[in-house]
Nanobody
């Protein structure tokens, strides 16, 4: 069964940095797109970054120049390096992966969410 394993979040001061990671585990054939989303309290979930298979990372304008997304195909893992954090980055961050399971097909899998809080 495919699972998304996410790293711990944390509380950081404004201007600080934090690195998030997620790893796809279980039995699967291929991982296609991997992405990060976030959801602040009382807000809708919003797109943060996308790393398509064989492509390069795309990040939202709100985090461009501050967040860097990387992907390790061999480890089925992606990271989100968050720099120059701002209080408005406070949210629960979710990892998603578009995964193909042999004999089953493709589906989107989500992590449980990582709490990130940025103090002023």
């Amino acid at each position: 069964q495919v699972q998304i394993v996410e790293s711990e979040g944390g509380l950081v001061q404004s201007g600080g940095s934090l690195r998030l990671s997620c790893t796809v585990t279980g039995r699967f054939f291929r991982i296609y797109d991997m992405a990060w989303y976030r959801q602040a309290s009382g807000e809708k979930r919003e797109f943060v970054a996308l790393f398509p298979r064989g492509g390069s990372a795309n990040v939202a304008d709100s985090v461009k120049g501050r967040f860097i997304m990387s992907r390790d195909y061999a480890k089925s893992r992606m990271d989100l390096q968050m720099n120059s954090l701002k209080p408005e980055d406070t949210a629960t961050y979710y990892c998603s992966a578009h995964v193909e399971v042999a004999g089953v097909g493709r589906d989107i899998y989500w992590g449980q969410g990582i709490q990130v809080a940025v103090s002023p």
